[in-house]
């Protein structure tokens, strides 16, 4: 791979070591200098729902992604009365 490119991690060991996450971004990026690395923007579901959405001839529009993470937001917030939880950096929860 060459130029830049993203890296998106997310799980258990990533979230719960900073020591990990360090090492990892540096061995990737010394066999990869152009590599950028990013928590998700959203969970796995809404990358699923997405794919569900454009199999089906749905245009993934920026107005549908955003109101897709707005409402995955919502409901999180409803569901855990707005305490949190388990999730990535940057990254919408459902």
Do not use: W
């Amino acid at each position: 791979l060459q130029g830049r490119v993203m890296v998106g991690i997310c799980g258990g060991v990533f979230e719960g070591s900073a020591e990990f996450r360090e090492e990892f971004a540096r061995a990737l990026r010394a066999e990869f200098p152009g590599a950028v690395i990013t928590g998700l923007a959203a969970r796995p579901v809404i990358g699923a729902l997405l794919l569900a959405y454009r199999s089906a001839g749905i245009e993934l529009t920026e107005q549908l992604i955003t109101n897709v993470l707005k409402t995955a937001a919502r409901y999180r917030e409803l569901r855990h009365g707005g305490q949190g939880g388990r999730r990535g950096a940057g990254e919408a929860d459902l």
